[in-house]
């Protein structure tokens, strides 16, 4: 089992930068697939990005690829998400997530930080 804290949200400018971090409990983290997911008030909760355990492989969300960039620090136990040219609708709880198989549903991650806001100003 693993357990995930989140940290890093706030408020920015469209057009700002956050990088986001995702601190791990548990030796066994180098083991498992990591992702990012948010949710805004009232929408269901979207695939951001993927990493795969040994930080090789990564997937993107269409609306974040070219801007957010995942990455990790298995020495560290953490996973960060760096967001770039930030824009309004990017406005949402981010959660990091641990799984044992890769993809990108929140019904195949297990493991649940409880969320951090980023919120965008136009």
């Known amino acids: 089992q693993v357990q995930l804290i989140e940290s890093g949200g706030g408020l920015v400018q469209a057009g700002g930068s956050l990088r986001l971090s995702c601190a791990a409990s548990?030796?066994?983290?180098?083991?498992?697939?990591m992702g990012w997911f948010r949710q805004a008030p009232g929408k269901e909760r979207y695939f951001v990005a993927t990493?795969?355990?040994?930080?090789?492989?990564?997937y993107y969300a269409d609306s974040v690829k070219g801007r957010f960039t995942i990455s990790r620090d298995n020495a560290k136990n953490t996973v960060f998400l760096q967001m770039n040219s930030l824009k309004p609708e990017d406005t949402a709880v981010y959660y990091c997530?641990?799984?044992?198989?890769?993809?990108?549903?929140?019904?195949?991650?297990?493991?649940w930080g409880q969320g951090t806001q980023v919120t965008v100003s136009s």
């Open positions: 997530a641990a799984a044992t198989v890769t993809g990108s549903s929140p019904n195949q991650y297990p493991y």
């Open positions: 548990g030796r066994a983290f180098r083991v498992y697939t």
């Open positions: 990493i795969n355990w040994n930080g090789d492989s990564t």
